[in-house]
């Protein structure tokens, strides 16, 4: 026995390694049957068992069954679901319609003292609750109703006064007029994780300015409404300026105070903005903003706004920088090379590994698609940053590289795990089978590949090349192809273990000619030779 644990430290280490990977037989959790086992079987093994039991909660039937028999009655009541209306005379809009019925709770009785004693047993083990829209109410087998008075019958301030982590769908996890009033017992002081999705925003104005006083300690704050209005925008910023100690923030929107605020916030390490509509004021004050800013992530936004959010961004560690629902309908080659060139000049060339960038796939198309095409000339400002690990972009009008700029780009990045060039409208590839040899050779690290190119020369130099066994994936878009079984030749002496993948469009739609048809079946076959050429090698 190590001399420096005591007995309980070491039944929760035993306890930690039971596995919690999900597996179940005859739809009981393996993982739950043998920790309630456990917990059964001695005092030393209970409390650990129980609070491994009760750690994590998906929904409140379990608290709600700690009660006594005869507290709650059984009623069917209609479930809500979501259905569109095209009635109004101003297009389709959601609304909720009454579904399968399902069984909800009642009070039959008011609480006592009493009937706490169970429930408080376990309530203080939650340290994470995940209420969503697939429970019913939120709550499963409890009603809101119910679950309210509940609340209001509580011994003390918290229900669960060690929790966590609480993420909360407020859509239709409660009444809208029981919602302001059921939240605050389920906050605790020491909540460092909460998600909220709220169903209108002008709830927002009631729930989210008074969270900072109930939860101190939050770092990672998720907040999203499903409409987007002044209001949820005013209520987040207003709970942003509040947090001291805030290290991750997902928001719908940001307004120009809550800007202020995060880019002097010496904490945030990461930040995504869900709707980056907004047209910030930017100075030019060379004081450092977001200095710890490790990841960026926008949803929907525009070129224009990107490049002005990342005037501010300086010398900060950005290891992630992703934009993946940007309009393009008037985003040149020109302005996304300003883009990168910018994002090349504000961080640090050691720091950035992950970039990911997609064009809105409704964008409007372009007047002069060749200008919008992504090229050797909009990658090369990326290629300073030598620690490039992921690397996804996908432009509107198509991809239009050689095979010179694939070698520039290997060479560039020799750590790449996962490589993926595409676009929406199809370009005719240029880069032929010898970039597959320069990824093997530059590349020893890389496992998934997405690239168009054309096969239709099968070069003989794969002899030369040592195997790399990491690939895994390989998509070649419409890769024009002649010879297939050269081809997988080719493939499987540079990459043995890779499968190889391309027209994957004609899985599902119709082709346009006969020849594309033709091109998808040799790579059909291409990758049949693979399967049976590593089957060979493995025997």
């Known amino acids: 026995m190590h001399a420096a644990l005591e007995i309980p430290e070491i ?3 035993v306890f930690g390694q039971i596995d919690h990977s999900p597996q179940s037989i005859g739809g009981y ?33 379990a608290l709600m069954g700690c009660f006594p028999n005869g ?30 019925t399902v069984k909800d709770l009642h009070m039959r009785r008011p609480i006592t003292g009493g009937d706490w004693e169970r429930p408080l047993v376990y309530s203080h083990r939650v340290k994470t609750l995940h209420l969503d829209n697939t429970s019913v109410a939120g709550i499963k087998s409890a009603s809101t109703s119910a679950f309210y008075d509940v609340c209001l019958a509580l011994p003390g ?9 609480l993420r909360i769908s407020l859509f239709f996890s409660f009444p809208e007029m029981q919602c302001d009033r059921v939240v605050p017992f389920l906050l605790a002081p020491n909540i460092e994780r909460i998600k909220i999705f709220l169903k209108k925003s002008d709830r927002a104005s009631h729930i989210l300015p008074t969270l900072a006083e109930r939860c101190p300690s939050i770092a990672y704050l998720d907040i999203s409404c499903w409409d987007d209005a002044d209001a949820e925008r005013h209520a987040a910023s207003v709970l942003i300026q509040q947090l001291r100690h805030l290290q991750e923030l997902c928001v719908k929107n940001l307004n120009q105070a809550a800007f202020e605020y995060l880019r002097r916030l010496p904490t945030l390490t990461a930040l995504l903005v869900e709707r980056h509509t907004t047209n910030l004021l930017v100075d030019d004050d060379e004081t450092d903003s977001f200095s710890s800013l ?23 560690p950005l290891e992630r920088f992703e934009a993946r629902n940007v309009e393009e309908s008037t985003a040149t080659t020109e302005m996304v090379v300003r ?13 950035l590994r992950t970039i990911e960038y997609y064009a809105r796939i409704f964008s409007n198309p372009p007047s002069e698609p060749t200008d919008y095409v992504l090229t050797g000339q909009t990658l090369r400002p990326l290629f300073c940053f030598m620690s490039m690990v992921h690397v996804t972009l996908y432009r509107l009008s198509g991809i239009d590289l050689t095979d010179d700029d694939v070698f520039e780009l290997a060479s560039a990045w020799p750590r790449l795990e996962l490589l993926s060039l595409g676009g ?3 370009v005719p590839s240029r880069v032929t089978l010898h970039a597959l040899s320069v990824f093997a050779r530059c590349c020893p690290r890389l496992a998934s590949l997405s690239l168009a190119l054309n096969a239709s020369l099968v070069p003989d130099n794969s002899a030369d090349i040592p195997p790399q066994h990491l690939m895994e994936y390989i998509y070649l878009g419409r890769a024009v192809i002649t010879a297939p079984a050269r081809v997988a030749q080719y493939v499987a002496a540079m990459f043995p273990a890779t499968k190889v993948n391309a027209w994957a469009n004609l899985e599902a739609d119709a082709p346009r000619n006969v020849q594309e048809r033709v091109y998808h079946d040799r790579w059909q076959i291409v990758q049949e030779h693979l399967v049976a050429i590593r089957s060979l090698n493995n025997n």
């Open 71 to 100: 507290l709650f009655v059984e009623v069917e009541t209609p479930l809500l679901r979501l259905t569109e209306n095209d009635n109004s005379g101003e297009g389709a809009v959601l609304k909720a319609v009454p579904g399968r």
């Open 157 to 165: 301030s918290h229900l669960f006064p060690n929790l966590r982590d």
């Open 294 to 316: 490790k990841s960026l992530e926008f949803g929907e936004t525009t070129l224009d706004r990107l490049m002005e959010f990342m005037k501010v961004i300086r010398k900060c």
């Open 339 to 351: 883009l990168f060139s910018t994002l090349a000049g504000q961080c640090p060339h050691t720091s």
């Open 424 to 426: 929406f409208n199809h």
């Open 29 to 61: 959790d393996l993982d739950i049957r043998t920790l309630a086992v456990l917990a059964r079987t001695c005092s030393a093994f209970c409390d650990p068992a129980l609070d491994l039991l009760w750690a994590e909660q998906r929904d409140l039937g």
């Open 11 to 13: 039944v929760q280490a």
